[in-house]
Each structure stands twice: as structure tokens, then as C-alpha cells.
């Protein structure tokens, strides 16, 4: 709950305040309904009241002004300027790598985490939550797996159980509990793992406000709203409404991270990201990755109102920044490398405590919302119900004018196959979107995406990492499928660990091999792979190691007959054999 309820449980004052609303609907409604349903909805509209940022009239009187302004075509940037803002771009395994990754591994006894965990992979053609949906063919681990092993392994290494929120939603709720249950929290201490639930929000029917009524009652005749997800920008007032920040931050706790749920990669990245935030001081990092003009992907700028001239660094949706740029007689131009000047945002997010739990204190954490409706004829009803949703990005919004022009509000660029991999798409819509020239964003690919940051990694540490063919479904981006190579947290956290475990030793890993490093795997010098190895706490005899046979089949992506995990992949990766060097 948000708010202590306002909502009144008779009746009859809470029909005044509807009125006053102009929810005139929804009363005849429930005048029709009887004494009984009436009841029943002052009920359910205070529960309303207390999960809706900001309660229940609030929000009505916000969507109005929204709604207005979308069907007057006004921009909620009118009056506002974009302009390059300076970051820093991380080049991989250079100094400025290096040192971000010992400071972010250095700092994890000081970290939290945030997973915004609400959605399920229903444009992968899945009904199950995504953060249980498995990341690779070999491991078959589900997300949620390999984010709490990681979690865990920077636990043991700075000798702190580091905190870790998990916002849910009523989709997803029960999946990820059972998977926190079934997983014996990854190792993690129960304490340090909440879950934080996100309720839905009212829709509205037109420009007035008026609230959205569903076509059915219950059996109570109930006056039943309709209801969709308000976004995950509910993240920042949801931590401000549990206490958990707080908790934090009396705990001595410095910076707070953001990622979603199927990036694997921004875990995989974490130490460089925590790193650069904490050298450069920074109150709020955005991680971007390098974005092409025009692309559908939204991009930090420094906007400036023309008014007052305050300036905010924070990200704008691409919607808005080709009416905002064009307004000023600018564009979205390349630079000399071909990329936009406004670099990608991509949801992966860290925040300094003491300055963040500061901006949730003035602003309860409800960050400025947004409305997209889409307008019948009339241009006042809606072809369907539409909602305020709000973003977890524009937090930024509510940081102080001093944060913004200190520079301490900025953005890390870092390469896009080192930090950002996504999970949207079922096989037809990626291999279209593939076809199109655009990342397919499926399960095969980011699966691959997985691979190869950590073939590259291998490479940094002085190995030789060959490269296979792409994924066989046709939805597997541009990295190649095989050789699938894994580092698991328990072995190495970056690629100063992993140098450092390799203790000179020289992998050769051929281009139909598959490679886990697990536990305390040490090397008895330098050594090929051929085939499906897994090192788990043993040592690596030197030489030629030939493992298991690695087979790839292709499977029918409409077949309900099929493994789910597999049909979205497109192909099935078999192991014959694997060859495991255990310790003892």
C-alpha cells in the first residue's frame, strides 16, 4: 500500500466524491446495483486507492490532464530543447575497464539489486513468467538462476548477504516465489530477498477521465473497472513505500542497481557498471549502448526549458525526440562513426543511495507519468482503454537541479555485446525483424549474445576462442551458436579474475565445443577443447581434451509436442557424454 486510504466506506460520501470526479457512469452504475454491490465497491476502491501511486482521485485528476493534452497534440516536451550531453564510453579491456571492474567488485559489500520481474513471455508465446524461461541450451538454467547465483557469488566474495528486490506483479508473483522456493533462494539468505508486487491501475474510457467499466459484473453486480499494468517505473515507489531503501541505506548500503528480466548480460556486466558509477561519483548512471539515428530505441539527452532554462539529463522515448529535435530545426543526425549523437538507453540503471533515498523522500517515488490512447473518430472516446503508465527511467525527473548540473546525473556507454541482450520475440517476429536488419531479440539470440560476451571475455585473458555457425532457427542475431562457452560466478567475476585463474594457462577452444568453468577449476598449463567440457572444481589436464559430442537439431516452432524451452529456441542443443573434471 501507497497511502493511508482516503477512500470513504459509506456510500454515500464516497458517490459525492465521484461526482466531484466526474464519474457520473460509474455512480448510476452502482445506484442500479443495489446496497449490497455499493458496499462491495467502496471496498474495492479504497484496496484501489491505497495500490495506485498518489490514490485514487489523484490519479483520475492526472489522467484528465494527460488525456487532455494527448487529444489537444500537445507534447509533454513542448517548450523543451535536446541537446548532446557528455557521458563516458567504456572501451572493453582497456585501463578504464579494469579499474571500473576492480571498483565494482571491491564495492559489492555496499550494493543492492533490483530485478523488475513483472511480465510474462507472451510475445515469445509463452504464458510463464520470463524470468523462468531458460537462458541456454546446456546449463537450462532460468533467469532467475542465473541472476541469484551471481548475486550470491558477489555475496561470498564481499563477505555480505547483498540485498535483492524483486518487483513482481500479479502475473508473476507465484512463479517467481515457487522459483525463489524451489531454488532455495540460489544460496541466498531468505532475509535478503523481498518481493515487491505491483498492482494494476483503473483505464480510462475518453478524454474526460472517465473511468473504464468491463462489460462484466460479478456475481455481487458489482460495478467491475477495467485494469492494466501501470508500467515499471512503479519500481521507485514501491521501494519508497516498503521501507526498503531506508532499511539500505541505515545499513551503510551506497548504490542500488536496475536491470530487467531476461539482460543477462547486465549482470554479466555489473562490477564495470557499479565501477564507473562509483569513480566518477556519480548520484544517478544511465548504461547506454551506442544507438543508430532513428532507431526505436529510446536516448539521453540534455533537455533544457526554454522558460526557465533548467536543464535534466535523462532519457527520452525516440517518439519524442524526432517532434522535439525537428522543433528546433535539428535532427538526429550521425556523428563520424555512423551512430546518433543521443546514445541508447537500455534499462539497466544505478543509483547512489543517500541522493536517491533523498529524491524518494520530496516525491513518494511516484515518477511523471505518460498516456498513449488511441482516439476514435470523435477525437474524445478511445477505440479502447487506456491507462497512465509511468517508466523506471525517468526517475531522473525527480532528482534536484543541483544533481543535474553538477554533471553528478550522466550516462556510461559500454558495448552493446557486453551489457544489453533482450528476450521479446517468438521465432517468427525475430527471424522478420532479422530479416529487417534488426537485432531479433529471441531466445536463440540471446542466448548466443550470452556466448559470445563471454568468448570475448576468454580472448581479453590471452585465449583463443574460435567461432562456430549462428543458430540454425534463423533467429539467432549474428553471434555465433557454438562454441558454448560459460563462466559461472562461482569461478570468475570479470575478466581480472578470470586471468588470474587461468594462471597463464592458454585455452584453445574449438569451434564445436562447449566450456563450463565452475568453483575452484584450476589449470594444469596449456590445453585445446574439442567437445562439451565441464570443469567443475577440478583441474584441466594440459594438451588436447576431447569432450562430449555437441549435436544441434532443428525442431518445429509450432509443435506443441515440443519442449517449450526449446521450441523457442528454434533447435535443440544435445550433449553426448560430457566430459567433467570434478575436484577429488
Request: net charge negative; glycine share 10%; aromatic share 6%.
Amino acid at each position: 500500500t501507497f497511502y493511508c486510504a482516503m477512500i470513504p466506506s459509506q456510500w454515500s460520501e464516497l458517490r459525492d466524491q465521484l461526482l466531484q470526479a466526474g464519474q457520473d457512469q460509474l455512480v448510476a452504475a452502482a445506484d442500479a446495483a443495489g446496497e449490497s454491490a455499493q458496499q462491495t465497491l467502496c471496498q474495492t476502491l479504497s484496496k484501489v486507492d491505497g495500490d495506485v501511486p498518489g490514490g485514487l482521485m489523484d490519479y483520475i485528476q492526472r489522467g484528465k490532464k494527460l488525456m487532455g493534452e494527448a487529444a489537444a497534440g500537445k507534447s509533454g516536451w513542448a517548450g523543451w530543447t535536446a541537446d548532446k550531453v557528455e557521458g563516458q564510453e567504456v572501451v572493453f579491456g582497456s585501463s578504464d575497464w579494469m579499474s571500473a571492474e576492480e571498483a565494482g567488485i571491491q564495492a559489492m559489500q555496499n550494493a543492492c539489486f533490483v530485478l523488475v520481474a513483472g511480465g510474462l513471455g507472451e510475445r515469445l508465446g509463452s504464458k510463464r513468467a520470463k524470468v523462468a524461461l531458460s537462458v541456454d541450451g546446456v546449463t537450462k538454467k532460468p533467469y532467475m538462476q542465473l541472476f541469484g547465483e551471481r548475486i550470491k557469488a558477489f555475496s561470498a566474495r564481499a563477505g555480505v548477504d547483498i540485498p535483492w528486490a524483486i518487483m513482481t506483479s500479479s502475473d508473476t508473483h507465484d512463479a517467481v516465489s515457487k522459483l525463489l522456493e524451489d531454488f532455495n533462494y540460489f544460496g541466498l539468505s531468505k532475509s535478503s530477498v523481498t518481493l515487491i508486487k505491483q498492482q494494476k491501475v483503473p483505464c480510462f474510457a475518453d478524454v474526460d477521465g472517465t473511468l473504464a467499466m468491463a462489460a462484466e459484473t460479478g456475481n455481487s453486480r458489482e460495478p467491475l473497472l477495467q485494469y492494466k499494468p501501470h508500467g515499471h517505473g512503479d519500481v521507485h515507489s514501491l521501494l519508497y513505500s516498503s521501507g526498503l531503501v531506508e532499511e539500505w541505506k541505515s545499513k551503510g548500503k551506497q548504490y542500488v542497481m536496475f536491470f530487467q528480466d531476461t539482460n543477462a548480460l547486465a549482470m554479466l556486466s555489473a562490477p564495470v557498471i557499479f565501477g564507473t558509477t562509483i569513480l566518477r561519483n556519480l548520484s544517478f548512471n544511465s548504461v547506454t549502448v551506442s544507438r543508430t539515428p532513428g532507431e526505436a530505441v529510446g536516448a539521453i539527452c540534455q533537455m533544457t526549458n526554454q522558460e526557465d532554462g533548467r536543464k535534466l539529463v535523462l532519457n527520452i522515448e525516440y517518439n519524442e525526440l524526432g517532434p522535439v529535435l525537428a522543433a528546433q530545426g535539428a535532427e538526429d543526425a550521425p556523428n563520424a562513426s555512423g551512430h546518433s549523437v543521443f546514445p541508447g538507453n537500455i534499462n539497466v540503471l544505478v543509483a547512489k543511495i543517500p541522493d536517491y533515498a533523498t529524491a524518494l523522500d520530496s516525491s513518494r517515488g511516484v515518477v511523471p507519468e505518460f498516456v498513449n490512447p488511441k482516439f476514435a473518430a470523435d477525437g474524445r472516446s478511445l477505440k479502447s482503454a487506456a491507462r497512465l503508465e509511468c517508466m523506471m527511467q525517468s526517475f531522473p525527473l525527480l532528482l534536484s537541479a543541483d544533481d543535474h548540473s553538477s554533471g553528478r546525473v550522466s550516462f556510461t556507454t559500454l558495448p552493446r555485446w557486453a551489457c544489453f541482450t533482450a528476450m521479446k520475440n517468438d521465432p517468427a517476429a525475430a527471424k522478420a525483424k532479422q530479416q529487417s536488419g534488426l537485432p531479433p531479440e529471441s531466445a536463440a539470440s540471446a542466448e548466443c549474445d550470452g556466448y559470445e560476451a563471454v568468448r570475448r571475455m576468454f580472448e581479453a585473458a590471452g585465449c583463443t576462442v574460435e567461432r562456430g555457425d549462428i543458430a540454425p532457427s534463423g533467429n539467432g542475431g549474428t553471434s555465433a551458436l557454438l562454441p558454448a562457452v560459460i563462466l559461472e560466478p562461482s569461478f570468475a567475476l570479470g575478466i581480472s579474475d578470470l586471468s588470474e585463474r587461468l594462471q597463464g594457462s592458454k585455452l584453445s577452444i574449438s569451434k564445436a565445443s562447449s566450456l563450463i568453468l565452475e568453483g575452484e577449476a584450476s589449470f594444469a598449463g596449456d590445453a585445446r577443447i574439442e567437445g562439451a567440457v565441464h570443469v567443475n572444481g577440478g583441474q584441466l589436464p594440459s594438451g588436447n581434451i576431447s569432450g562430449g559430442k555437441i549435436s544441434v537439431r532443428l525442431v518445429d516452432e509450432s509443435s506443441t509436442s515440443v519442449e517449450e524451452d526449446v521450441r523457442l529456441h528454434g533447435y535443440e542443443l544435445s550433449i553426448e557424454e560430457m566430459k567433467i573434471f570434478q575436484q577429488g
